[in-house]
């Protein structure tokens, strides 16, 4: 079994090297403004996956104690957050984040966010390890842009 | 069924719904129980008796001749609140004077332990400067929740104070008469709710 494994690694260590920088990329990261006191933000992006799939782990953030994915649920006439295990991305299948939909949300905000500032986070990726971008505060009532279907 | 997927199917029975006076909650709401009947929200006749954000006394009676856009949230809630009172700040600035002057967008809080005026006052104003905020004692909240068929619950966090609430997340259409006119899910588009304001102000053209 050893040997097998062994086999493989000049092939794996290739496909790495080959795939050094490429991976999942994010992209129009932001966040809404809130209320000075608040203690609870999202985040919202887009993630695309370059050419083999991943998953989206866990998220830090120096602004909070803790980020986290979270989704919508409908449950007994009532909307309610509930935690993501992890997000899959695919190659060809870019995944947005978007107000209503799944986000990553902030708890334990040290302070409020800001419209116009900006601050970092980590995106923990299983396969591309970790991601670092800048997020912008946006709006407090802030939506994503339309999109534009191109399919005819 | 993938996120997006899920989302999808989420947004398009949210639309759906938000396209008609009745909306049909059933299929959405109760997975598992028996289907209920929709909920009678055209026998809501719009009664609050609360805080506003300013510390005073606000009634319905205090809106005589506007139509009123409701909301039940919170500040704490990080996306679908902000979402929902966008889609009533966006209506709001698509209509315009001097329509919108004939309508009061307010919040009405469903987390008055957190919610006080105070804070109320310093989140209203990030969307709208004419968005209210109402608060009240827990009692008056649950009497003015339970008369919307609003329903609300607190959701302890696992290792902080910093709870969040699941609530009913619809934007009510409140007409003249106190009576809903329409439930709006949160993925309206704010033209649509413009429309519908609209179109509760504009008398029908003479046939």
Request: aromatic share 6%.
């Amino acid at each position: 079994m050893r040997n097998h494994l062994l086999c493989f690694l000049p092939m794996l260590l290739a496909a790495a090297a080959a795939h050094a920088g490429d991976g999942v990329t994010a992209s129009d990261a932001y966040a809404r403004a809130t209320a000075p006191g608040a203690r609870t933000g999202a985040v919202y992006l887009t993630l695309t996956a370059a050419d083999r799939p991943d998953r989206l782990l866990s998220v830090t953030t120096p602004v909070a104690d803790r980020a986290e994915l979270h989704e919508i649920m409908q449950m007994e006439g009532m909307s309610h957050m509930h935690p993501v295990d992890a997000l899959a991305v695919a190659p060809g299948k870019p995944i947005t984040l978007a107000p209503g939909g799944t986000h990553i949300m902030l708890m334990g905000l040290h302070q409020g966010l800001a419209e116009g500032s900006a601050f970092p986070l980590v995106l923990h990726f299983e396969q591309t390890g970790d991601v670092s971008l800048s997020v912008a505060v946006r709006a407090a009532g802030a939506m994503p842009a339309p999109a534009h279907d191109h399919h005819p | 069924m993938s996120t997006v997927r899920r989302r999808l199917l989420i947004g398009g029975l949210a639309a759906a719904g938000s396209a008609s006076i009745m909306v049909p909650l059933s299929d959405l709401w109760w997975p598992g129980r028996p289907v209920p009947d929709p909920v009678p929200w055209r026998q809501v006749t719009a009664r609050f008796d609360l805080v506003n954000q300013a510390g005073r006394r606000t009634t319905d009676r205090d809106f005589a001749g506007q139509l009123l856009l409701v909301y039940f949230g919170y500040t704490f809630c990080p996306d679908m609140c902000p979402t929902a009172l966008s889609v009533m700040a966006a209506a709001m600035d698509e209509l315009g004077e001097p329509l919108a002057g004939r309508v009061q967008p307010i919040l009405i809080t469903v987390d008055p332990v957190r919610d006080t005026p105070a804070v109320l006052a310093g989140y209203v104003g990030l969307f709208h400067p004419r968005l209210i905020g109402l608060s009240g004692t827990p009692a008056q909240i649950a009497r003015t929740a339970a008369h919307f068929h609003v329903h609300y619950r607190k959701v302890p966090a696992a290792d902080s104070a910093d709870y969040l609430m699941d609530h009913t997340g619809f934007i009510f259409l409140i007409g003249e008469n106190r009576k809903i006119i329409r439930v709006f899910g949160q993925f309206s588009a704010p033209d649509d709710v413009a429309d519908a304001v609209r179109r509760q102000l504009t008398p029908e053209p003479a046939p």
